[in-house]
């Protein structure tokens, strides 16, 4: 008698393992495989100067969206002070690369832990507040940072900022647009697969209990005040890292760039990416950083026109105006952000011809 074989129609877990995996089949594995080869080999070589710079802000901008979503998008800890550790990070690994002699690997990931501190200082008063009055003192603490890195002067040397040395890796000096792509990518892709796993811990679960509900969190046994620290560290974590491999790349700091304006970009892009999604921090990070480029771009391009000079002027300070108008549109229209749109096209690609 002719025994009968079957053949399982999808994917079917059967142990804890399988579960966590990230890339369930080989067909997701090869697509990885192909995603890392055209953006360390495909894309640093083809790429022109310029557009190796914007990929490059991109990257370091997608590192500390990447922490921020972890504390907003998976935590539920509204902050605004993301620009002002990004700040603290580029001020500590440029005080230990001059002043301390420190090499480049080890002055950005010390400014990641330095941050840490600073962000964990910041979010004590996570204990007692929520929502609005939490917001309202991450505020705080972006004005006083603000306020540190222009009048202490002795540690900041104020408006006239910090020259940084060359940054040297293993020996190499790390100089140019491509030489740094690669030491912004690596820690990116590091960094990206730290925050993914991260979530799909213990830790990641508490995090999202205490954004549900922290009060049924609590009574579940979670330490939330130990939680909320923590995750305000690893956010500051990631925005310091970011912040240090920023020092290094431009080569000088001053204290204009950190302001109240750079944390609201990276609520931006979050909320425009996607709130408690890795992904949708890149996409976030993205596109903000292209919107910058195209309004930049359009205010020079008006300015070289002697007779659209005013319309020029009138650009350059819509940057806030289009910022809250992409944030409204996405708020209103696809609240998930750009991450669900992504999905969507996916979902689509696996189901045609069969949309149903």
């Known amino acids: ?206 995090f999202i209990a205490i954004r549900d509900n922290d009060r049924a969190a609590e009574g579940m046994g979670i330490p939330i005040f130990r939680y909320k620290l923590l995750s305000f560290a690893i956010s500051s974590f990631y925005a310091g890292f970011a912040g240090g491999l920023s020092a290094y790349y431009i080569g000088s700091i001053t204290p204009e760039p950190y302001t109240l304006f750079l944390s609201v970009e990276y609520i931006a892009m979050i909320i425009i990416g996607g709130l408690g999604s890795i992904p949708g921090s890149v996409f976030g990070a993205i596109f903000i950083t292209l919107l910058n480029e195209l309004l930049s771009h359009a205010t020079e391009f008006f300015m070289n026109i002697g007779a659209l000079t005013k319309i020029a002027l009138t650009i350059a300070p819509l940057r806030e105006f289009v910022f809250g108008l992409a944030i409204v549109f996405f708020i209103i229209f696809e609240p998930k952000g750009l991450a669900e749109v992504w999905r969507i096209i996916k979902s689509s690609f696996k189901l045609w011809p069969f949309s149903y």
């Open 1 to 206: 008698m002719r025994r009968l074989r079957f053949h399982p129609c999808g994917n079917f877990k059967e142990r804890y393992e399988e579960e966590l995996t990230i890339f369930t089949t080989d067909f997701g594995r090869f697509w990885l495989l192909v995603g890392l080869l055209i953006l360390f080999v495909v894309i640093p070589f083809l790429s022109k100067p310029y557009l190796l710079y914007v990929i490059n802000h991109i990257g370091m901008a997608a590192i500390a969206a990447i922490g921020l979503n972890i504390l907003i998008g998976y935590t539920g800890q509204i902050s605004l002070g993301h620009g002002a550790f990004f700040g603290v990070g580029a001020y500590a690994a440029a005080i230990l690369g001059t002043a301390g002699g420190f090499p480049f690997w080890l002055s950005v990931i010390a400014a990641g832990v330095i941050t840490a501190w600073v962000g964990m200082l910041f979010g004590i008063p996570s204990v007692r507040l929520k929502h609005l009055y939490l917001t309202i003192a991450t505020l705080a603490g972006q004005f006083i940072l603000q306020y540190l890195f222009v009048q202490w002067e002795s540690l900041t040397k104020g408006p006239e900022g910090i020259m940084l040395p060359r940054a040297t890796l293993f020996g190499v000096d790390v100089k140019g647009d491509r030489a740094f792509y690669y030491v912004i990518f690596v820690s990116f892709v590091i960094l990206t697969w730290i925050a993914v796993n991260l979530v799909r811990t213990r830790y990641g679960r508490a």
